[in-house]
């Protein structure tokens, strides 16, 4: 095809070890390979030619022409198939290249076979190979483990034909993927990577997902930062660990604060690094991180500190929460002060006392 991309043909698949993944690829690479040729879409799947006899039983194949094509093209298409099951042969071991010469009738049954000489074949229970699939920081990339889970679920979508039991059904055509299920997955395999990584992301992406929009459409940008993300949140627990500790707080506190915090220093760098010299000279500088994130304009993210009650980004539930807070702390303060007082009192009467009886308490 003139300035065209020349397609070139697939390794020959060795005799055994061949991964599930590697399987597809080769498999798809191999289809990529024979579409080049235009004849060649007549042995497809939804080809016209799409089945033929084994060549153990008639060397030719095709016995007639179909009714959709020209009645003088049989020994065409016979020469044609031929070489088309050939160049697959050629790309399958050499332990598997007469079985494909001689016994296959069909390209899902060339492929059927090849799933169980490597011992892939689904059998439901395949499926559950999903819990298997782990994060190791050392060896792993976020995108790679997306990639693996989401190949695990592909490879178990169900064909026409399968009869689903627990709904006593039988599908009618090939099982596929839905925009909502895409999300679901690249959203499951962040909670896999890391627990805390889905709410990480609601905060940071969410209000980037407005109307039309799909997780899916940030998902390349969520997968390269799930690193940072992380380093991000063990720099929030690290922060918010050693300030209890030096305070004493409970772990009550500890999670109030933990929610509460305004991020990692990188964070914080991130979004004030244009008010780091004005920061420094007036140690008053307010910001709120939720306003922030809420994309409210510069003066209100400005006008307060993150968890003040009037916080426009507070919800009634937040603010309550607030309210409750605070005054449980102004009783105790309350208390305290009565307590002082109290043993302020008690020196005076002892000072009285002592006054009556002749010693003089200044002396």
Partial sequence: ??????????????????????????????????????????????????????????????????????????????????????????????????????????????????????????????????????????????????????????????????HIEWKNTTLTTQESISPTFEDHILLTTLHLIDKRLPARVKEIYGPRIEKGKFLMDLKMDILTNVSKMLDDMEDDDTDVNINAIKHGQDSFQLAYMRNNTRGSQRGRNRYQRSNNSRSQQNPNTQFCRLCHLSRKPQSVTLSHEIGDISCPSLSNRDRDGLKSKLSINAIQADENADDDDDEIDEEEKMNQIAELHGYNPGS
């Fill in 1 to 162: 095809m003139p300035g065209g991309i020349k397609i070139s043909k697939p390794e020959r698949l060795p005799k055994d070890n061949v991964s599930e993944p590697d399987l597809h690829s080769w498999w798809n690479e191999l289809l990529n390979y024979l579409n080049q040729d235009d004849d060649f879409h007549l042995f497809k799947t939804k080809g016209i030619y799409n089945t033929w006899t084994a060549a153990e039983i008639d060397e030719d194949r095709i016995a007639k022409v179909h009714a959709s094509d020209e009645k003088d093209k049989l020994n065409t298409r016979r020469r044609q198939l031929n070489n088309y099951l050939t160049i697959i042969a050629g790309c399958c071991s050499k332990d598997q290249y007469m079985l494909v010469i001689r016994q296959a009738t069909s390209l899902n049954w060339i492929w059927n076979e090849l799933t169980v000489i490597y011992q892939h074949q689904h059998k439901g229970k395949d499926f559950l190979g999903i819990v298997d699939i782990q994060y190791d920081p050392d060896k792993d990339t976020a995108i790679s483990v997306y990639n693996s889970y989401r190949a695990k679920i592909m490879e178990n979508l169900k064909p026409a034909g399968t």
